[in-house]
């Protein structure tokens, strides 16, 4: 059985202009032990997905439906007690920004001590020495002096370190990490991400990861997930969605990503704005900025179909398989080539 | 020094000579005494040929944008020349450097912050034209609209204000402001880093297309590498206020020389999972040490790999040596093979991560 399974989950908000469908019917599961990417443009609804799984919305103008199991657990209707025991213990949470994320007035030890205390029922001395193993475990030179500096000591690669070694520190099964490296230069990010990948292998915890960088999902994640405008339009394993792409808007993504593996001249564009969720296209939501359109996307909503030949791959595209195969490959020439 | 990208100097329409910007930082309140100063560019040299593209790449605090705000004298650098056109622009006056502010122009990071929220689009962007008195209201009025649409807006948006524009179109309006006093030059200071990938595509296609359009000299500074490589003709690798490597675009992403460079390019993520497993990496211990206190001689070598006591920590390997084919690093155990092999990766000497923890001990005990 899958660590966490949701089905169809739709996040509403309800706002002056109207019902703002921020998710609005996804279903994922994620493995023990596996890392799920979420990709996306900002608005796509990546973000509210986790927050809904989390219970983290604000509940008086918040519309939720669907389910969302974790070890066979509906967290969507689970009491707000329970879910406080289940957050920062079983499921825990990654933020972008580590300078918002951590309270500045409280030492960084401290700030790891209250979510172990919080959750184990361990003297302040032992919480201590266990925050102190952690924020070893992340790579903290000095751990023991470190532990009682404040974030605004710390740079931002050790800051985003303090909050993973917060989130490890009851040994969570799923970790949700929103974008942990947008802010951060590249050589700092690679050490996170191999923190993160050497910290999965030690713990066995599961990963989703969200974030709108595609080679970051390519570097750590086993299964992937496309979303566009509230809904998944491409889900995957890994391999399946960088070599064989098979929605117009994934094709888009990687288009217009420059990359050290392939040279073009220009790059591709997806042409417009991404929609408003107040009020998205009639039929195929990607329909205003797709340049295969044809009649049957304005008209009616495609359902997730199976791509044939490769199992476990789905998307939500009218286009024939022929047609796509052609495309991507087109698409991708550069780094085949490379590759081989 | 100029000699860095070979003898010739036709054609080359910026000339940054020996560049230097040291900050003060004082202790006391009645007499601020300095004590110590953050050599935040420290010893720049690069020339720009006209119509060509130069991107600047480094982590961040390694003095990108400091040079270039000294570049365009919003900041006065404290050493070094800055020739544009060949006329040296450093000790010119506000009123002397007035004409020549029409020929550079920037672009900047941050497409909410940099543009005045108060203002109509079509007035941020007439501002520079009528600074110069460059026509009458009727011919600004026009010239803005002919820039709005060149840069892909809609000129009937002339009276609307920046917050009804989403991001890639405040960057828009970002660039038809940089272009609407027909500059030669535009420093582009992160111009796309706050922006989704597929609106980043929006803006660097724009931005070639412009280029050979109206033959624009750019310096382009990024901390994305994919991005420097897509725009780029030559490429600069600044570390810690210096210059590490400098050369053409393919040379430096097929065959560099500098450590911090391969370190640079190991750690850029890849979306292809194939060749992703296939890659090692070098993994860069430690942060970029502080300025007010950086490292002796090469100040890469406490996260080096290849570093070689006695020789790195002692002697400076500035200024850049010559590789051919107008590479430059400033190395003294330049990469001989790219991609590294394991025996070479795993370098010499003291592990990098014991050194990188030394110098942290370092920084906190001042």
Redesign the interface.
């Known amino acids: 059985m899958a660590l966490l399974d949701v089905k169809d989950l739709r996040t509403h908000f309800r706002t002056d202009d109207g019902i703002v469908k921020a998710v609005d019917g996804v279903s994922f599961s994620v493995e023990k032990g596996k890392t799920l990417g979420i990709v996306g443009?900002?608005g796509c609804g990546k973000s509210v997905t986790c927050l809904t799984i989390m219970g983290l919305n604000n509940k008086r103008n918040t519309i939720t439906s669907g389910e969302a199991l974790f070890n066979g657990e509906d967290l969507l209707t689970a009491s707000s007690s329970r879910l406080r025991e289940i957050r920062g213990d079983d499921i825990a949470m990654i933020f972008q920004d580590p300078m918002t994320s951590l309270n500045p007035v409280h030492t960084v030890g401290r700030q790891v001590v209250e979510a172990i205390r919080l959750h184990r029922d361990v003297t302040k001395r032992q919480a201590k020495a266990r925050a102190l193993e952690l924020l070893k475990a992340v790579g903290i030179?000095?751990a023991d002096?470190r532990i009682d500096d404040y974030p605004h000591q710390f740079?931002?690669?050790?800051r985003q370190r303090a909050m993973i070694a917060m989130a490890l520190v009851n040994d969570p099964d799923l970790l949700i990490a929103d974008e942990p490296t947008t802010a951060l230069?590249?050589?700092?990010?690679?050490?996170i991400?191999?923190l993160m990948n050497r910290l999965q292998e030690e713990f066995g915890s599961a990963i989703i990861m969200i974030t709108?960088?595609?080679?970051?999902?390519?570097?750590v994640a086993h299964d992937v997930v496309v979303m566009y405008a509230a809904n998944i339009v491409e889900k995957g394993t890994?391999?399946q969605i960088?070599?064989r792409p098979h929605h117009p808007y994934a094709w888009?993504?990687?288009?217009?990503?420059?990359?050290?593996?392939i040279s073009?001249d220009?790059?591709?564009?997806?042409p417009g704005?991404p929609p408003s969720l107040l009020n998205p296209p009639r039929g195929c939501r990607f329909n205003p900025r797709c340049p295969y359109v044809m009649d049957v996307c304005r008209t009616q909503f495609p359902e997730l179909q199976p791509v044939s030949d490769d199992p476990g791959h789905v998307q939500r595209c009218f286009l024939d398989e022929e047609t796509k195969d052609r495309e991507a490959t087109k698409l991708l020439a550069g780094?085949m080539a490379?590759?081989s | 020094m100029a000699a860095i990208d070979g003898a010739e100097s036709d054609g080359d329409l910026l000339v940054v000579e020996g560049l230097e910007k040291h900050f003060p930082v004082t202790r006391g309140i009645v007499f601020q005494k300095q004590v110590a100063s953050v050599k935040a560019v420290d010893g720049v040299t690069f020339t720009v040929k006209e119509g060509e593209t130069l991107g600047v790449v480094g982590?961040?605090g390694c003095g990108k944008s400091t040079m270039a705000r000294c570049i365009m004298r919003l900041l006065d650098p404290t050493g070094g020349r800055v020739l544009f056109q060949g006329r040296d622009i450093t000790k010119l006056s506000r009123a002397q450097m007035r004409p020549i502010r029409r020929e550079m122009m920037m672009i900047f990071q941050d497409p909410y912050a940099s543009l005045n929220a108060r203002k109509r689009v079509g007035f941020i962007v007439a501002e520079a034209l009528q600074v110069h008195k460059l026509g009458t209201d009727k011919e600004i009025k026009r010239r803005v609209q002919e820039l709005l649409e060149v840069v892909g807006l809609n000129p009937e948006h002339y009276n609307r204000f920046p917050h009804e524009f989403?991001g890639?179109q405040r960057q828009r309006i970002g660039v038809a402001r940089a272009l609407a006093v027909n500059p030669k030059l535009i420093v582009c200071d992160e111009p796309v880093s706050a922006l989704?990938?597929?609106v980043?595509?929006?803006i660097?296609?724009l931005l070639?297309d412009l280029q050979s359009e109206f033959g624009l000299t750019y310096v382009f500074i990024a901390?994305?590498?994919?991005?420097v490589?897509?725009?780029s003709d030559r490429v600069m690798v600044m570390y810690l206020g210096k210059v590490a490597e400098s050369a053409s675009r393919d040379q430096l992403?097929r065959a560099p020389k500098h450590p911090y460079t391969g370190?640079?390019?190991?750690?850029?993520?890849?979306?292809?999972?194939?060749?992703?497993r296939q890659r090692k990496?070098i993994?860069?211990?430690?942060?970029v040490p502080n300025p007010i206190n950086p490292p002796s001689a090469c100040n890469f070598h406490p996260r080096c790999l290849r570093f070689r006591e006695g020789h790195c920590d002692v002697e400076d390997p500035q200024p850049p040596r010559s590789f051919g084919n107008g590479q430059f690093a400033a190395c003294h155990y330049p990469l001989e093979f790219w991609p590294m092999s394991e025996e070479e990766m795993r370098g010499s000497g003291q592990p990098a991560a014991e050194r990188?923890?030394a110098v942290?001990?370092e920084t906190?005990a001042r």
Do not use: K
């Open positions: 443009e900002s030179p000095r002096r740079s931002g690669g050790m230069d590249v050589t700092t990010q690679a050490q991400l191999a709108h960088d595609l080679g970051v999902v390519a570097e890994a391999d960088f070599t888009g993504l990687l288009g217009s990503l420059p990359r050290l593996d073009t220009r790059l591709v564009q997806i704005q780094t490379e590759a | 982590e961040s989403s890639g989704d990938v597929s980043q595509a929006q660097l296609n070639s901390h994305d590498l994919n991005v490589r897509h725009i992403y370190a640079l390019l190991s750690a850029v993520p890849i979306p292809n999972p194939e060749l992703g990496h993994v860069l211990e430690g942060d990188a923890a942290d001990t906190v």
